[in-house]
């Protein structure tokens, strides 16, 4: 296989580049799309693969030369295949634009934007709403009696379509509300995360977790009086405080220097609002590559919990659902080891019709949650992929 990595002069939408049936992260105008498939690899020697691709590369950016894109399942340890792009467009934070081609792969025409249809929507629970709320149950007594710091508790819906849902118009939706969280898709599986897992440019890594949520009304006053209780609340705080500290003790084994954010901060989305926390540092040399912190960081206690494997058991024991890749990691890798990854949430998995897609919310339990608050919280969450599947 050969790859030529060459600037690019056209400045093609990446959303409309990636269309239906493409691959895409991107955030803020910045990432990666991609058409064609060159290869599908197993994660692990994603990076020995793309090395050894003979490459001829005139921009030497982060995400030139050829790239796998793909989705670490929320199962540790369970297998994940990435995809090789035969052709990816790259777009840099200083407005650098490049594209990559594998073995003289024909260049795609950008998608025409979607024209709006109208369709018959509904939409019902996937685990039960009784399910969900004995599983919340079940975890804060587990906290309470001390045999866990944390779990998170997630459940799903369902929304069946009369005709197909566009991938793209979707897309274009996502950008429109959540423009600065990681967009993806891949492989029928669509999302807006505002939670970067795992980025790495040369030694320079970085990591934002969030955990910790309270909605967003529209009304300024009233937002700022939540930020502010979320700020205050000691069960917040508790729930973002396992997350940092896991990120942090599993990086640092790695790192020459790691710092991070004395306090977290208000992280606002469109329709909801998190604790955040910063990191970044400089690894040590040599440095492991982008999928062996993803792998190593995922699933984060604010997708799993902590301890994670008694975290992890009682899930599987009282959740009423397989996840499969939600709550995962979602990215990109180049042969270098550089690249980004966000973790899966705010994700829909769409049926090969496309007259189908499962959505996933969830939430941090501690001691003192409370399960009727707790399914508020994933129907404010659910609102990010739900509007942009069923607005018109």
């Not at 990559?100 to 019902?124: K, L, Q």
């Not at 979320?230 to 790192?255: F, M």
Request: net charge negative.
């Amino acid at each position: 296989m050969r790859a030529v990595t060459r600037v690019f002069d056209e400045d093609i939408d990446l959303n409309d580049f990636a269309g239906e049936d493409g691959f895409l992260f991107v955030r803020d105008g910045i990432g990666l799309a991609g058409r064609g498939v060159a290869a599908r690899i197993e994660a692990d020697a994603a990076v020995q693969f793309l090395k050894a691709i003979e490459c001829d590369d005139s921009v030497g950016l982060a995400g030139c030369g050829p790239i796998a894109m793909g989705v670490l399942p929320f199962k540790p340890g369970a297998s994940a295949k990435l995809i090789v792009p035969a052709v990816t467009i790259g777009k840099g934070p200083d407005g650098q634009r490049w594209i990559t081609i594998i073995d003289n792969a024909e260049i795609p025409s950008p998608a025409a934007r979607p024209v709006p249809a109208a369709a018959d929507f509904s939409v019902r629970p996937g685990v039960e709403i009784a399910t969900y709320l004995a599983a919340v149950a079940a975890a804060r007594d587990a906290v309470r009696a001390g045999q866990l710091d944390k779990a998170v508790i997630a459940r799903d819906i369902v929304v069946t379509s009369s005709e197909p849902i566009n991938v793209h118009a979707v897309l274009l939706r996502l950008r429109a509300s959540f423009g600065s969280s990681y967009r993806y898709s891949i492989d029928g599986f669509l999302g807006a995360s505002p939670e970067l897992l795992i980025g790495l440019d040369g030694a320079t890594v970085s990591s934002h977790p969030l955990a910790g949520t309270t909605p967003r009304t529209g009304d300024p006053a009233t937002d700022a009086r939540l930020a502010a209780e979320l700020l205050a609340s000691p069960k917040n705080q508790i729930e973002h405080r396992v997350v940092i500290d896991v990120v942090h003790d599993t990086l640092l084994p790695w790192a020459s220097y790691l710092d991070w954010e004395p306090e977290p901060s208000i992280v606002a989305v469109a329709n909801v609002q998190h604790l955040g926390t910063r990191m970044q540092g400089q690894l040590s040399q040599p440095s492991p590559d982008v999928v062996t912190l993803a792998k190593a960081l995922s699933p984060t206690p604010a997708l799993g919990g902590h301890p994670q494997q008694a975290a992890l058991d009682l899930i599987e024991r009282v959740e009423g659902f397989r996840r499969g890749r939600y709550g995962g990691a979602v990215g990109w890798v180049d042969a270098r080891g550089n690249g980004t990854w966000a973790v899966a949430i705010r994700c829909a998995e769409f049926s090969q019709d496309r007259r189908q897609a499962r959505l996933f919310a969830g939430g941090g339990i501690v001691a003192d949650s409370e399960p009727l608050a707790e399914l508020a919280e994933t129907q404010a969450k659910f609102q990010a992929m739900l509007s942009a599947i069923i607005r018109p």
